[in-house]
C-alpha cells in the first residue's frame, strides 16, 4: 500500500497495475484531469478503479428527515469543502475518455435499516457536519436531531446515497 498525494505528478507513466481512488476523487475540482493521470500512470493491462458517493436524494425523493439532511450534507460539504458528487455517473465516459477499454460501473446502495453500519455512518456524519449543514439554511438542529431520530425508526423508508464503482483497463498494446 502506498500513500501519496494524489494531486502530486510524482510517478512516471505506467508505474502501477492497479490504481484505486476510493471517496476521494468526488472532494478534488481536478478530477477531470486526475482520471487521465491516473489512466497514465497504469501499465498496460492495468486497471483503474474508481468509487465515489451518488446521491439519490433529487427533489422527486420523498420529502423525510433523511432526505432532508442529505441535502444540507451535500450542499454544506460542497460549500465548505468543494466536495461534489454531480460528476459521479460520468465516471465510465471519463474512464473511456482517458484511453481506457472494458469500461464498465456498478452502484452499490445499502440499506437504511435501524442500527445498521450505514445508519449509523449517516447519523455520525451529520453530527460532524452539523455546523456546514446548519448554514446552507436548509436544516436546523431539530431537523438533523430529527432525521438521525427517523435513520433509528421502523418508518425509515429511504434509499442510502449509493456508492459507484467504475473500472477500466488500460490496452495491452498500440490501438489499431
Known amino acids: 500500500t502506498l ?13 502501477f497495475q492497479l490504481v484505486h481512488a476510493r471517496f476521494v476523487l468526488m472532494h478534488l475540482p481536478e478530477r477531470d484531469r486526475l482520471i487521465g493521470r491516473f489512466a497514465e500512470l497504469l ?3 492495468g486497471v483503474l478503479v474508481l468509487s465515489d458517493a451518488v446521491d439519490l436524494t433529487s427533489e422527486r425523493a420523498p420529502a423525510t428527515p433523511y432526505s432532508t439532511a442529505m441535502r444540507a450534507m451535500w450542499q454544506g460539504l460542497r460549500a465548505t469543502i468543494g466536495t461534489d ?12 475518455g482517458a484511453g481506457l477499454d472494458h469500461v464498465a ?5 445499502p ?16 453530527q460532524r457536519s452539523r455546523e456546514a449543514m446548519l448554514s446552507t439554511g436548509l436544516v436546523d ?9 427517523y435513520l433509528e425508526s421502523n418508518a425509515c423508508a429511504a434509499l442510502s446515497a449509493g456508492m459507484l464503482t467504475a473500472w477500466g483497463q488500460k490496452p495491452q498494446g498500440p490501438r489499431g
Open 3 to 15: 500513500r501519496t498525494d494524489v494531486t502530486a505528478p510524482d510517478f512516471a507513466p505506467g508505474s
Open 43 to 45: 501499465t498496460p493491462g
Open 85 to 96: 458528487v454531480s460528476p459521479v455517473p460520468s465516471y465510465p465516459h471519463l474512464l473511456r
Open 105 to 109: 460501473a456498478e452502484i452499490h446502495v
Open 111 to 126: 440499506p437504511l435499516v435501524p442500527g445498521s453500519a450505514i445508519s449509523r455512518f449517516w447519523a455520525d456524519t451529520w
Open 141 to 149: 438542529d431539530a431537523g438533523i436531531d430529527a432525521a438521525v431520530r
